[in-house]
T-cell receptor, first 116, second 112 residues
Framework: KAGVTQTPRYLIKTRGQQVTLSCSPISGHRSVSWYQQTPGQGLQFLFEYFSETQRNKGNFPGRFSGRQFSNSRSEMNVSTLELGDSALYLC???????????????FGPGTRLTVT | QKEVEQNSGPLSVPEGAIASLNCTYS??????FFWYRQYSGKSPELIMSIYSNGDKEDGRFTAQLNKASQYVSLLIRDSQPSDSATYLCAVLTKASYDKVIFGPGTSLSVIP
C-alpha cells in the first residue's frame, strides 16, 4: 500500500506571496490532518479534514486554510506569507475519525517551505 | 501547564542499555496515546499506540500507561545506535475537541 504523499517537497517563496501544498492520503483513509513543525514550537496542529469537512482547527491565523476533495486528497493554502511561516508542513492520514477511539496517524514526508 | 510534556533531554544511553522516555499530559479525559519516532530530516513514524492502563510490548519497545497519574512512557530495550532519534509523545485530548497534541519530543542518542 502506498504511503502518504506530499507535493512539492521543497518550496522557496518570498514574503507576501501565497502557497498551496498538496497531500494524498493512504488509499482508504478519509481523515487528513495538517501540522506545522518548527524547531522552536515543535509539531503544531493546523486543521483536520474528514469527508470534505473541516472537523477541527488549531490556533493559526486565517491566512492558513485548507480543503479536502471527494477522493480524500487535501490541500492547504497560506496567503500573504511571512518569514515566520518557514517550516516543515506535514500531512497525516488516518482511516477513520471515531471520536474517543483509536486515531493512528501516518505522516507524509512533508513540504519544507522557506520564506525569504 | 502545557497539554503534553516530555523529559527535555537530550538522553544518552550506551548501546544495549534500556532507554526510558517519559510523557505527562494534562487532560484527564484523554483516551488514546501514541509514540512516534522522528529521525533528523524525516517525518514522524508511528511506533506504538496504547489505550488501556498497563504495558503494551512490541519487540524491543514497551509502552506503559497510567491514566490515574496521567503518565505514559516508552521503554526501549537493548538500545541500538539506529534508535538515535527524537521521540514524540502524542495524546488525543478531549479538552481540545479531539485534537492530537504532540509533546516537544525527547532526543535520544545511543552511544556505541
Amino acid at each position: 500500500k502506498a504511503g502518504v504523499t506530499q507535493t512539492p517537497r521543497y518550496l522557496i517563496k518570498t514574503r507576501g506571496q501565497q502557497v498551496t501544498l498538496s497531500c494524498s492520503p493512504i488509499s482508504g483513509h478519509r481523515s487528513v490532518s495538517w501540522y506545522q513543525q518548527t524547531p522552536g514550537q515543535g509539531l503544531q496542529f493546523l486543521f483536520e479534514y474528514f469527508s470534505e469537512t473541516q472537523r477541527n482547527k488549531g490556533n493559526f491565523p486565517g491566512r492558513f486554510s485548507g480543503r479536502q476533495f471527494s477522493n480524500s486528497r487535501s490541500e492547504m493554502n497560506v496567503s500573504t506569507l511571512e518569514l515566520g511561516d518557514s517550516a516543515l508542513y506535514l500531512c497525516a492520514s488516518s482511516f477513520d475519525r471515531a471520536r474517543g477511539n483509536s486515531y493512528e496517524q501516518y505522516f507524509g514526508p512533508g513540504t519544507r517551505l522557506t520564506v525569504t | 501547564q502545557k497539554e503534553v510534556e516530555q523529559n527535555s533531554g537530550p538522553l544518552s544511553v550506551p548501546e544495549g542499555a534500556i532507554a526510558s522516555l517519559n510523557c505527562t499530559y494534562s487532560d484527564r479525559g484523554s483516551q488514546s496515546f501514541f509514540w512516534y519516532r522522528q529521525y533528523s530530516g524525516k517525518s514522524p513514524e508511528l511506533i506504538m499506540s496504547i489505550y488501556s492502563n498497563g504495558d503494551k510490548e512490541d519487540g524491543r519497545f514497551t509502552a506503559q500507561l497510567n491514566k490515574a497519574s496521567q503518565y505514559v512512557s516508552l521503554l526501549i530495550r537493548d538500545s541500538q545506535p539506529s534508535d538515535s532519534a527524537t521521540y514524540l509523545c502524542a495524546v488525543l485530548t478531549k479538552a481540545s475537541y479531539d485534537k492530537v497534541i504532540f509533546g516537544p519530543g525527547t532526543s535520544l542518542s545511543v552511544i556505541p
